[in-house]
């Protein structure tokens, strides 16, 4: 089994069943492996490697597994950059591979040579710079060892990118991995401290019984770590009216009955009121970034007690001084200060602050084309036109989608793939043809 081999293989051992990733000579040979692994993995070859590296973050995100790219040697290497630092930036665990040239040229001035002497540039050192970790495979026999330990690192305590150079003298074919093994995810929960816990909980408890108006922040944290469930517990027993920041957004309805809305500086009025009012933050899984809390405005907490929960606790502190502190996975925290409260008695909140249910608010359509917020608010128009299978959908379910109820009896007004039409443009097209039946009193914009 060659190098590149073993790493897709190893890779799809962990569920992992895309690659994106850039064609060149020093990644021919793992283009060829993945050619070799489908179906088990679907390779897809973008024509700038920079596009690849943020398909990887985006896989990472919707999926919850590990996203991979890869790039060959060089300037190829060097498009990973942006798409791995949204990585760093935005806790995405994703694996980057590079090409890397030869060892026993190292030095020599080969092409794409980038081993930071006889000046060349030093790829070992800007990679980890925008990575957790940073790795050169300078022994064949360490293939496997090495995926391990760059993959646990991706998903151990705070998420983010890893790298593995791969020297273009280890994918030559009479390189082998001749002691394959299988890699294991070890990464082990983020478990809040005991201490911690019971001073977080007795500072909300109290709050909760003088009253206080006690508010939840809730950030990306808290979708990452896929607290929904434990996070609506907690608020629903207590009462807790939340707001959420922007990539917070989605973790709980905001039809809920105790989400107040958006915020950050274009959220919504509701939301920086309630902040406004508040005595006691709940903050879950958030970091304090500039747009969620106004330019780091200094007097944002004035006032206010702050209970911090986060995985990483380099963002305790950072920007405001915690009044009470969790370090852990926001899953495991929620649900832990669940029980912590339950135990101590808590109370349950009276306090209401305002909310708006900005969702059915009318809107004013003035001229003949669509209003960005009527698709908003009519999601399903889109979302039905999207194919479920490879289908997609067919005339007759485009006329139901008519606003005003009038059959579509001109294929030319909706433009909607049949079932058998090539699907080259078909997303394309589906979204124009939803944007074309929602437009005010069935008009074509």
């Not at 919850?64 to 630092?85: D, M, R």
């Not at 040239?101 to 710079?129: I, V």
């Not at 330019?295 to 009470?324: C, W």
Request: glycine share 10%; aromatic share 6%.
């Amino acid at each position: 089994m060659r190098v590149y081999e073993a790493i897709v293989k190893g890779l799809i051992g962990i569920g992992v069943d895309a690659a994106f990733g850039g064609a060149g000579e020093n990644d021919a040979s793992l283009m060829l492996a993945l050619k070799h692994a489908e179906p088990a993995i679907r390779p897809v070859i973008t024509k700038h490697e920079q596009a690849a590296s943020f398909m990887a973050c985006g896989y990472a995100m919707y999926s919850q597994k590990l996203g991979f790219c890869f790039a060959t040697a060089g300037p190829g290497a060097f498009n990973l950059f942006s798409g791995l630092a949204v990585a760093m930036s935005d806790s995405y665990p994703v694996l980057a591979v590079s090409g890397f040239s030869s060892l026993h040229w190292k030095g020599k001035g080969a092409l794409n040579e980038t081993s930071g002497t006889g000046r060349t540039p030093n790829s070992q050192a800007m990679f980890a710079a925008t990575t957790k970790g940073s790795y050169l495979l300078a022994d064949a026999a360490q293939t496997c060892d090495l995926l391990e330990q760059a993959v646990n690192l991706a998903f151990e305590g705070r998420p983010g990118p890893v790298h593995i150079h791969v020297p273009e003298d280890l994918t030559h074919p009479d390189v082998s991995v001749t002691n394959y093994r299988d890699i294991q995810l070890k990464v082990s929960p983020i478990l809040p401290d005991p201490a911690q816990l019971i001073d977080a909980a007795a500072t909300l408890a109290e709050a909760l019984k003088k009253p206080k108006k006690v508010l939840a922040l809730i950030g990306f944290g808290a979708v990452r770590s896929g607290a929904r469930a434990e996070l609506t517990a907690l608020l629903e027993r207590y009462q807790i009216p939340f707001v959420t920041t922007l990539d917070g957004k989605g973790v709980i309805g905001e039809d809920h009955p105790l989400s107040v809305g958006l915020f950050c500086d274009s959220g919504q009025e509701t939301a920086w009121k309630a902040f406004d009012e508040a005595d006691t933050i709940l903050a879950i899984g958030n970091s304090f970034a500039q747009h969620a809390t106004f330019n780091f405005r200094p007097d944002l907490l004035q006032g206010k007690t702050l209970i911090h929960i986060n995985i990483s606790a380099e963002e305790i502190d950072k920007v405001y001084k915690a009044d009470g502190a969790i370090v852990a996975d926001a899953r495991l925290a929620v649900a832990a200060l669940d029980r912590e409260l339950a135990g101590l008695g808590a109370l349950v909140s009276t306090w209401r602050p305002a909310r708006h249910d900005y969702a059915s608010e009318g809107i004013i359509q003035l001229g003949g084309k669509i209003h960005p917020g009527k698709l908003v608010q009519s999601p399903r128009s889109v979302a039905r036109l999207l194919p479920a299978a490879d289908g997609g959908p067919t005339f007759p379910q485009a006329r139901e989608l008519r606003p005003d109820g009038r059959s579509c009896e001109r294929r030319d007004r909706c433009e909607v793939r049949p079932p058998g039409a090539s699907r080259g443009r078909g997303l394309r097209r589906r979204l124009l043809s939803a944007l074309r039946l929602r437009a005010h009193d069935g008009r074509r914009t």
